[in-house]
Structures are given as structure tokens and as C-alpha cells.
């Protein structure tokens, strides 16, 4: 099969928005070279979402709960999983995190150049830590870790990738046994009591389900956070709106805002998928064992389903949203991680009168597969 388009190209590099946009236009549906189709447009993606006999989300081999099964397998281990995401559970935890953020915000220079993501790294890690049960001790532990997470990640070297995550899997690991001799409160002690078919979860299922709620929660947050602050300093009368809103507490519509603001600059750039049958997705066959990337980037920026992309439309977009995703492996965090979010950007917007770009530092993009900003220099006043 001849390459379509290049997913490491200077293009996709420099801007990936800017980039999938043209993708989306010109090749909706395109193949890689090396056995990879990424679909870009919002129909398309929904519809192999919403679609997992043929677009199966099981495409590692390592163990992930729940996201990499199908099925009524799925829908178990989902169905524990969603147990510490109920409305009460996230309305129970949010006093927490607003005590954190004001924290962390009330450290922050004002006057001064500061990191936006760097902050949300670190709001990030203290939530985390309050829900799961953590010790605070952990802090730099967990921000270093995620530092070279990332890195990994984006190097794309799987050697590497695979040992920075069994560093990971040890200190899960070590929790697990402290969380068995010395019990206290937080979800890590919740799941050693968790039963499935009668029988305790093993602790490799138990290790798995906290990866990925760490591994991916911790770095999800800190990255939104950055587009969030980003769009606010580029969006001034957004800005006052919200910040009126939040001194009224409208949690509602802060969560509702951000993740309107996520849709126009999606920092969860893709999920993979397999094909276990030959499928055909506009007049183009995808053979079965082909991999395929749903580009959630794209989708959420296509005209088709959003008549002016760029536009802050919160309400009139909610519907075709797809920043946590659809189908049966949505997001089942989306609750928590709006709370978190809305509750961080109400403690900067009551902590602030402005926030601005900062003059002579631009901001920088992240590069696949990674979205939204890996430097965000603001000024808060």
C-alpha cells in the first residue's frame, strides 16, 4: 500500500492542527505506508467508535483495563472502574482539589513569566494523589516520572517507553503493599476490596487499572490546563465572561467552557484500533489486521459537524464534542476530569484581574503524539 501522508512529517511537526485540518480536506480517510489508516473525519471516526466489533480497541499486548478490551469484558471491568467516578464521588473529592489549586495558584509570581502546564503538572499530581490516597511524599517522585513519560513517549523508542513504565508499575506496586499493611482512605485501598465474579481483583488487574488512571489522568489534566490558560490569554473578552462566571461559582458553566475550548485545540490527538474484518470507509478498503487511528483532533474541528470550528460555542457544540470521546470507550473520567479542570481554572480566574501572553516568549506546540502545548508563558496580574 502507497503512503497517503507522512504522520512525523515537518508539517504534522510544526503544527499538528494546522496540518490534520489540510488531512481531513484533502484525504479523510489515509494510509501511512507501514500498515496504518487514520480517519479524520467526524462521521467517520464516530462511526468506528461506536463500532468495536470491527474497530477493536484490543491493540497491546500488555494488560489495560478497561480500555483495551471489547465487549462484555470491557463492560466489567468498566462497570468497577465507573464506580469511583459517580457524580457524588467527584462532588466529594471537589473541595479537595479547590483547596489545592487556590494553593498552588497563591505560589504562582504574578508580574512574572510563569508555565502554565508546569503548574497543571503539579495541581495535577496533588488531585491525583487526594483521590487516590497517596502520600504527599510521592510529589516530585510522580512530576519527574511524568517528565519522563513524556519524553519517552514522544521519542517513539519502545525500549525506552517500556522501561520508564515498569518504573511506573514499582511504585504502583509498593502502594499496593503499604495500602495492605497500613489501610486508610482513597480509592487505592477501595480497590484492594473490589471483588469481580465473587473473587479479589489480582493485583496485576488492579495495577493496571491505576496506570492507566495515573499514566494517562496525570498528563491529561496538565496539558488541558495549558490550552485552557493559553485560550484565556488569547480571548480576553472570553476571559471577563468566565471570570465573572467564576466568581459566582458557576461550576457549570466553567466546565462547559473548558471543554469547548479542548474541541477547538484537542490535545487528545488519537486513539488506535485494529480492524478484525475487511472494512470499507469512503470507497477505501481497510484490511482486517490493519491498524487505524481515530484522529480526534481533526473530528473535532471538521465543518461538517461544527459550522464555523474556530468559534467558542459552548452550548451549540456540546452535542458533537468527542474531547473524551464516544461510544463505549468514552472517557469514563470525563466527570473528574472537568471537575478538576473547572475547579483550577476558577481558582486562577478569582485569583487574577488578567491574564496575558507574556511578551518575548512565544508559546510552543507539542509534537505527536502529543496535542495542545508543551510551553505556555503567561503573565497573571
Known sequence: MSRDWDPSSRDVLSDQRVAYDRMREACPVAHDGAGTWTLFRHADVVA????????????????????????????????????????????????ACHAIAAEVIASTPRHETFR??????????????????????????????????????????HELTAQVAE?????????????????????TTELLAERLAGR????????SILRNWT???????????????????????????????????????????????????????????????DVEVRGRTIPASDRVVLNWTAANRDPRAFSDPEAFRPQVNAAHNLVFG??????????????????????????????????????????PPVGGWSFVPVLLS
Request: proline share 7%; hydrophobic share 45%; aromatic share 4%.
Open 167 to 187: 518504573r511506573f508499575d514499582t511504585i504502583i506496586r509498593a502502594l499496593l503493599s503499604h495500602a495492605r499493611h497500613t489501610p486508610g482512605p482513597g480509592v
Open 326 to 367: 464516544t461510544g463505549p470507550h468514552a472517557c469514563p473520567g470525563r466527570a473528574l476530569s472537568l471537575m478538576e479542570l473547572a475547579v483550577i481554572t476558577i481558582e486562577l480566574l478569582i485569583a487574577t484581574t488578567r491574564i496575558d501572553h507574556a511578551p518575548g516568549h512565544s508559546p510552543v506546540r507539542e509534537t
Open 215 to 277: 499514566a494517562g489522568d496525570l498528563g491529561s489534566i496538565a496539558v488541558s490546563f495549558g490550552v485552557v490558560v493559553h485560550f484565556l490569554a488569547s480571548h480576553p473578552t472570553v476571559q471577563g465572561d468566565l471570570r465573572a462566571a467564576a466568581r459566582a461559582g458557576d461550576r457549570g458553566a466553567i466546565a462547559t467552557a473548558v471543554e469547548e475550548m479542548l474541541r477547538i485545540d484537542d490535545p487528545f490527538v488519537a486513539n488506535r484500533r485494529v480492524i478484525t474484518r
Open 200 to 207: 479479589p481483583l489480582h493485583e496485576e488487574e488492579i495495577v
Open 48 to 95: 468506528a467508535a461506536h463500532d468495536p466489533a470491527t474497530f477493536s480497541s484490543q491493540v497491546s499486548h500488555h494488560l489495560t483495563l478497561p480500555n483495551g478490551l471489547d465487549g462484555a469484558e470491557h463492560a466489567t471491568y468498566r462497570a468497577i472502574v465507573e464506580r469511583y467516578m459517580t457524580p457524588q464521588r467527584v462532588e466529594a473529592l471537589a473541595p
Open 116 to 157: 502554565a502546564v508546569a503548574l497543571g503538572t503539579r495541581y495535577a499530581v496533588r488531585a491525583q494523589s487526594a483521590w487516590l490516597g497517596w502520600p504527599p511524599q510521592l510529589e516530585d517522585t510522580l512530576i519527574q516520572w511524568m517528565a519522563d513519560n513524556h519524553a519517552a513517549t514522544r521519542s517513539g523508542d
